[in-house]
């Protein structure tokens, strides 16, 4: 019997594998199969807008309370640049989308750095005051 996706998306997983490894692919469920790899797909895109939404978040209030700098968001800031750096080695074509990735990502930073500080949202730029290459590099503190 075939796992139905909805109620037990894990076991449908194992079995369409199967199937695949088998080539059966009369018995496959491509329709199920490719929502799952659009949802992969989103999946590893949002992560890489989480960990650099983090690490802007943190570069804001960096810069925008500089009084408050602490070794805790000096290691955030270093640990989410490394774990975004390998999540981009390990999906490379995300860096095709990095402008729109970038802009969400930015967004969500301003949420947290108003929250965490205590700002106003619209204390901080409308628009990422940093380039990319400036967000992924190790030394890149702003003053």
Not at 109 to 136: G, H, N, R, V
Request: hydrophobic content about 35%.
């Amino acid at each position: 019997m075939y796992p139905n996706h909805e109620k037990d998306t894990y076991g449908w997983a194992v079995y369409t594998a199967q199937l695949l490894r088998e080539r059966k692919m009369n018995e496959v469920d491509f329709d199920n199969i490719i929502e799952e790899m659009e949802a992969l797909g989103r999946s590893e895109k949002h992560e890489l807008i989480n960990r650099l939404s983090l690490v802007i978040s943190h570069l804001l209030k960096w810069q925008f309370q500089p009084n408050m700098r602490g070794h805790s968001w000096t290691y955030t800031i270093r640990e989410q640049r490394k774990q975004a750096k390998i999540h981009l080695k390990d999906n490379p074509s995300l860096k095709s989308q990095l402008d729109n990735i970038l802009a969400d990502a930015y967004d969500i930073a301003i949420s947290k750095a108003a929250k965490e500080t205590s700002l106003d949202e619209k204390a901080f730029p409308k628009e990422c005051p940093y380039t990319f290459e400036q967000i992924m590099e190790e030394a890149f503190f702003p003053e």
